[in-house]
């Protein structure tokens, strides 16, 4: 009997278990509402530079074809020219600014030339002065529309 009273008490546990689960009231997920997607942007693409510096090389004469030859040392009533070549390959408005910084860190001498730029053209900045340069080193950079071309060189004076 004792076998009984547990079977019919695990059978009424068990049943009212199954009626407390089946009442209960269903959720319904819970459904996030839909996010736009959008699409990730295009990656940039830097356009050539449409005027670049190919070369830079300073000396004191120049050829008719604009070519300058090379040369470190000047003296001190020389010409200074800077010349700068430049490929486009497209025509294009360039500024260039070459700039004679002496030792001590002065202003020698700064100019710009204002060019358009086609194909592989050559500019020739020259660097006069009237009275005798001074003796030391100088310090040529130049920039093609405001930005360097990593050509900086130096040059002395003797």
Not at 32 to 52: D, L
Not at 122 to 127: D, M
Request: with cysteine; net charge negative.
């Amino acid at each position: 009997m004792k076998h009984t009273r547990i079977s019919y008490a695990l059978i009424v546990a068990l049943a009212g278990s199954v009626a407390i689960v089946g009442c209960k009231k269903k959720e319904e997920a819970v459904v996030p509402p839909p996010t736009a997607v959008e699409p990730a942007p295009a990656p940039i693409e830097s356009a050539p530079a449409p005027v670049s510096a190919t070369s830079v090389t300073v000396g004191n004469a120049a050829a008719a074809d604009k070519s300058v030859a090379a040369v470190s040392t000047f003296g001190v009533k020389d010409k200074i020219i800077v010349s700068v070549t430049t490929d486009a390959a497209t025509p294009a408005n360039a500024a260039i600014d070459a700039k004679l910084t002496y030792q001590d860190g002065q202003v020698a001498g700064q100019q710009t030339a204002n060019v358009v730029a086609g194909g592989v053209d050559t500019t020739n900045v020259e660097f006069t002065k009237a009275t005798d340069w001074p003796v030391g080193k100088y310090k040529v950079d130049v920039t093609l529309n405001g930005q360097p071309v990593g050509f900086t060189q130096e040059i002395e004076v003797k």
